[in-house]
């Protein structure tokens, strides 16, 4: 009994750490890199997070299949850093260097780790990425933008809180 109120007073004390999260629940990413905005062809997903916190966020990421199997990656493959109180947009499949013409993603972006193909090779999904943190913490937006048979397209959707 002792030890239960020991361990009681140190979690009230020292405080205890969440893990946080964010659904990305649905994207398609088929557009080729270094195809603008929006895309010549294709369908093009950027995923915006903000961070809210002083400090860098070290997150994972994990991207699930059509039919919600795990593709990974494993960690420690799967983090990423979001520096602090600042934004970041990123392609879940494709790396889109913005050092390219037409591409899409900074420096800081091209290191958030893509869905692997090797297991399901669509260019489609959902993931979730986590933190160490308040729900708070972190703030994201999907957009979707493309062009199918000559139609332009562009729409976007708050992320939900993972769980």
Same mark, same amino acid.
């Given at each position: 009994?002792?030890?239960?109120?020991?361990?009681?007073?140190?979690?009230?004390?020292?405080?205890? +750490?969440?893990?946080?999260?964010? +659904?990305?629940?649905?994207?398609?990413?088929?557009?080729?890199?270094?195809?603008?905005?929006?895309?010549?062809?294709?369908?093009?997903?950027?995923?915006?997070?903000?961070?809210?916190?002083?400090? !860098? =966020?070290?997150?994972?990421?994990?991207?699930?299949?059509?039919?919600?199997? !795990?593709?990974? /990656?494993?960690?420690? !493959?799967?983090?990423? =850093?979001? /520096?602090?109180?600042?934004?970041?947009?990123?392609?879940?499949?494709?790396?889109?260097?913005?050092?390219? /013409?037409? *591409?899409?993603?900074? +420096?800081?972006?091209? =290191?958030?780790?893509?869905?692997?193909? !090797?297991?399901?090779?669509?260019?489609?999904?959902?993931?979730?990425?986590?933190?160490?943190?308040?729900?708070?913490?972190?703030? *994201?937006? +999907?957009?979707?933008? *493309?062009?199918?048979? *000559?139609?332009?397209?562009?729409?976007?959707?708050?992320?939900?809180?993972?769980?």
């Amino acid at each position: 009994m002792k030890k239960v109120i020991i361990v009681s007073v140190m979690v009230l004390v020292v405080g205890m +750490a969440y893990a946080s999260s964010i +659904a990305i629940p649905w994207f398609v990413d088929n557009a080729a890199p270094g195809a603008g905005s929006p895309p010549s062809a294709g369908v093009m997903t950027l995923i915006y997070l903000k961070s809210n916190v002083v400090d !860098d =966020l070290t997150c994972e990421i994990t991207y699930y299949s059509a039919t919600g199997i !795990d593709l990974g /990656p494993v960690s420690p !493959d799967n983090q990423f =850093l979001i /520096p602090a109180l600042s934004s970041v947009a990123f392609r879940p499949v494709q790396d889109d260097p913005s050092s390219v /013409p037409g *591409g899409q993603e900074s +420096a800081v972006a091209v =290191l958030i780790p893509n869905r692997p193909t !090797d297991v399901d090779p669509k260019k489609n999904g959902s993931a979730s990425i986590s933190w160490v943190g308040e729900a708070t913490d972190v703030q *994201g937006i +999907a957009v979707q933008m *493309g062009n199918v048979g *000559g139609k332009t397209f562009s729409f976007g959707h708050l992320l939900p809180p993972g769980a």
